[in-house]
């Protein structure tokens, strides 16, 4: 994770929040600076300041005093007209020493004409350090002529700024509004492309690709996300290792089975070719009996060992299913045709049955005919004495009867065991159900299929 | 008829041997698929083991499958899986399980030499009937005459030939025959075949060369 704190979410999120937090105190100054710095300066330039700074009004304004102190009234008169039209915001006025106001000129606040003593002090202590500036200067010595009062607004002394219009201090709202805005929009977006990632994510993870299983995830930044993503790829990587393993031992366990049963299977021939070798040397009708009745099992131990592994695949679920539309009829037909020959040669009469009209099941053929090999070798191989099979179709019904001595037998019944074992497995595999009722009089074995459909009015 | 023969199995292949040779073929029996003859033009079936030495049964199948599609191929083997049997049924013209009884391997073979015509009988003799394979002439015993049938007619009574024996359902025959999906409820086969009958057998009503297996099909036995 070295050097790649810088990609780290957390990080981002945390240089947010500072940004959040000194957003307004950091930025304020600067913001400022920004709105009321052109304007200062433009009017620095345009127009000079006119009347400078507090101290300096007041050193003019004592120096002239003291400089009027041996002069005629009314060139004092004449002088405080020439200071007034030099500062001319300014209001001046001059209250002479019995407290007559003798001179005023554009003076904004309220004075009386007299000037008492307690007034004169009122007024000192009132406009000490407030709005407007006020100067006081006594004239003459001792002030015996009175004092020269000079009142100057204070914007026009304060700071360039005070001097400033009001619309900047509306532009300034803006420019602190634009910021906020922008930092909202900003964490706005931060937290949108997380999210918008996170989605991503889910919608990758939910979709499955053709083995059932998500495909990996491109990844996207160097950040927590980016890990998530790492990780999920990795667990869709160790999920088709373990279904390719399951694949593979699945293949091993059916090559196994397959090759046992060759094995199985192959020595069962060379039996059966010697025994063809000595047939023609038994002559005597027991030896020929023995001879058939050894060929006979040869046929069902085969028979048997098919069922057997059938059964291990069926009961591991690795016998493969491939489901269809099977039409019943034409299934039944080509399946019993191939048995035909098999029962005519037992003298078994066969009696087939089958619908009008197309009869659709979702099954998987090859499990039918399985079923039906099943069926068909069990009325062979234990019901031939009856001489009669019946198929018949209907519509949600398969039905296989036979005239046999039924399934009670012992000696019959383990043969026919796993055969019906394999029909059990597949019948409800697939969704089907069955039935078997059997008597000494016969057996009838029901599959009954609750989805099937005939179709009706399919030939117009 | 010469029977291409591929088995492993020292016994077995001696016993098959000697079963097809009893039955009036030429066995040609190798051990396994690596030394076969080049040209295998002049068999007229192949019959395969699966789990051979070197190259397995599948491949080689394949291969002459390949090579020459009108030669009938038989898998004979020990596995009997549906896997297996999917696979050889892929290019195989019939798959047969071990153990096995030879009459039935010998039922398979001629089936198979008559699908793909290959019968040494130029003339077959069906009841009355005198069939002549090359001309495709059928004559009326009886009458010395020749029967004429229409081209459906036809078709469908040499589809019975080449599947003598064989039950044919009614989808098998119509598919055969009009090369395209039969639907359950058609009737137009029927009435080919009533038509037929009435060409052929000596009395319609009761046939006897196009026999009526019911509820499957019909068969034709020779």
Redesign the interface.
């Known amino acids: 994770m070295k050097g790649k704190w810088r990609q780290s979410l957390q990080i981002k999120y945390l240089l947010l929040i500072v940004i959040a937090l000194l957003v307004f105190p950091a930025t304020l100054p600067f913001v400022s600076a920004l709105v009321y710095a052109p304007p200062i300066m433009m009017q620095k330039i345009n127009e000079p300041e006119p009347y400078g700074s507090y101290s300096t009004i007041e050193d003019t304004w004592h120096e002239e005093a003291e400089a009027l102190s041996g002069e005629q009234d009314a060139d004092i008169i004449e002088r405080l007209g020439a200071l007034q039209e030099k500062w001319p915001d300014s209001g001046v006025f001059w209250v002479g020493e019995e407290g007559k106001v003798i001179y005023r000129e554009n003076v904004q606040t309220d004075i009386p004409e007299q000037w008492s003593q307690a007034y004169t002090v009122q007024f000192m202590k009132k406009s000490y350090d407030s709005d407007p500036f006020t100067v006081v200067a006594p004239i003459g010595e001792d002030g015996n002529r009175g004092s020269m009062v000079v009142q100057l607004d204070r914007d026009l002394l304060g700071p360039p700024i005070t001097r400033l219009d009001r619309s900047y201090d509306f532009l300034l709202v803006i420019a602190i509004a634009i910021l906020a805005i922008g930092f909202i929009v900003l964490s706005w977006f931060f937290f949108r492309k997380v999210h918008g990632r996170l989605k991503q994510l889910s919608v990758a993870m939910a979709e499955r690709g053709p083995h059932g299983l998500p495909a990996p995830v491109k990844r996207t930044a160097d950040d927590e996300i980016g890990e998530l993503e790492m990780s999920f790829n990795q667990m869709v990587k160790e999920l088709e290792e373990s279904r390719e393993r399951e694949k593979q031992e699945e293949s091993i366990r059916?090559e196994w089975?397959?090759s046992l049963?060759?094995?199985?299977?192959?020595p069962?021939?060379?039996?059966?070719?010697?025994l063809?070798?000595v047939t023609d040397e038994v002559k005597s009708e027991k030896g020929t009996r023995a001879l058939r009745s050894v060929n006979d099992k040869?046929?069902s131990l085969?028979h048997l060992i098919?069922n057997l592994?059938s059964v291990t695949?069926l009961t591991s679920h690795k016998?493969?299913y491939e489901e269809k539309q099977v039409?019943m009829?034409?299934l039944l037909?080509?399946n019993?045709?191939h048995w035909?020959?098999m029962f005519e040669q037992k003298d078994i009469e066969?009696?087939?049955?089958?619908t009008?009209?197309?009869v659709l099941w979702s099954v998987d053929p090859?499990w039918i005919e399985?079923i039906l090999d099943n069926l068909f070798q069990n009325v062979i191989r234990h019901a031939a004495d009856g001489g009669y099979v019946g198929?018949h179709l209907e519509e949600g019904k398969l039905v296989v009867e036979d005239l046999g001595p039924g399934m009670s037998r012992d000696s019959h019944s383990k043969g026919a065991g796993v055969g019906l074992t394999i029909v059990d497995l597949m019948v409800s595999y697939m969704g089907l159900g069955w039935k078997a009722d059997s008597s000494p009089q016969g057996t009838k074995i029901t599959i009954e299929n609750p989805d099937s459909e005939q179709v009706i009015g399919?030939?117009a | 008829m010469d029977v291409l023969y591929v088995e492993d199995?020292q016994?077995?292949g001696?016993?098959?041997e000697k079963?097809l040779k009893q039955a009036g073929y030429q066995p040609h029996w190798f051990i396994s698929g690596q030394n076969l003859p080049d040209d295998l033009e002049g068999f007229d079936a192949v019959v395969l083991d699966v789990?051979l030495p070197g190259l397995d049964g599948f491949s080689l199948g394949r291969r002459i499958k390949r090579q020459y599609p009108n030669l009938p191929i038989i898998m004979l083997?020990?596995?009997?899986?549906?896997?297996?049997k999917?696979e050889g049924l892929e290019f195989a013209d019939d798959y047969m399980?071990?153990?096995?009884?030879?009459e039935e391997l010998l039922k398979r073979i001629e089936i198979q030499l008559r699908k793909y015509e290959r019968t040494p009988e130029e003339t077959i003799l069906l009841h009355h009937l005198r069939i002549q394979k090359s001309c495709q002439v059928i004559t009326d015993e009886r009458t010395s005459e020749e029967i004429i049938l229409t081209g459906k007619q036809f078709y469908i009574f040499h589809y019975f030939l080449r599947h003598l024996n064989?039950?044919?359902?009614?989808?098998?025959l119509y598919e055969g025959v009009w090369d395209e999906p039969?639907?359950?409820?058609?009737k137009a086969l029927m009435v080919h075949i009533r038509h037929l009958r009435e060409k052929i057998e000596q009395d319609p009503s009761r046939p006897q060369i196009i026999e009526t297996?019911?509820?499957?099909?019909y068969r034709v036995r020779a």
């Open positions: 059916r089975i397959a049963s060759h094995d199985l299977r192959t069962l021939t060379t039996i059966r070719a010697s063809t070798e040869i046929d085969s098919d592994l695949l016998y493969p039409e009829n034409r037909r080509h019993v045709a035909y020959a066969v009696e087939v049955t089958t009008e009209g197309p090859k399985r198929i399919r030939l | 199995d016994e077995i001696t016993w098959v079963k789990m083997s020990a596995r009997t899986s549906i896997d297996d999917l399980t071990k153990p096995f009884h030879p064989q039950i044919l359902t009614k989808e098998q039969y639907r359950e409820g058609d297996i019911r509820g499957i099909g």
